[in-house]
């Protein structure tokens, strides 16, 4: 279902404007953490990448969230081991 269909949906489905714009305002959230969790993947991915070229060890990705003014984003972040055997995130 695409955002158009949901916002239409919240639009049929309340019984005010200011329940609509609460209920939007919600999603608009939701959705904007994901897309922001979702940059940070593809950040992870490019210098997980890159740290792999440089001869790094990669041994694991882990759950992070971070809280913001929008909300909590979550994503996840690879664990890499340098060449002297230290570990970075």
């Given at each position: ?68 003014l929008f909300g909590s984003?979550t994503f996840k972040r ?12």
């Amino acid at each position: 279902m695409d955002i158009i269909s949901i916002i239409a949906g919240l639009l049929k489905g309340t019984k005010s404007l200011m329940e609509f714009e609460e209920q939007v305002k919600i999603l608009m959230q939701k959705v904007f953490t994901q897309w922001v969790g979702d940059v940070f993947e593809e950040l992870d991915k490019t210098i997980k990448q890159k740290k792999l070229e440089e001869g790094w060890e990669y041994c694991r990705s882990d759950n992070r969230s971070v809280q913001f003014l929008f909300g909590s984003v979550t994503f996840k972040r690879s664990l890499m081991r340098d060449k002297r055997g230290d570990s970075h995130y």
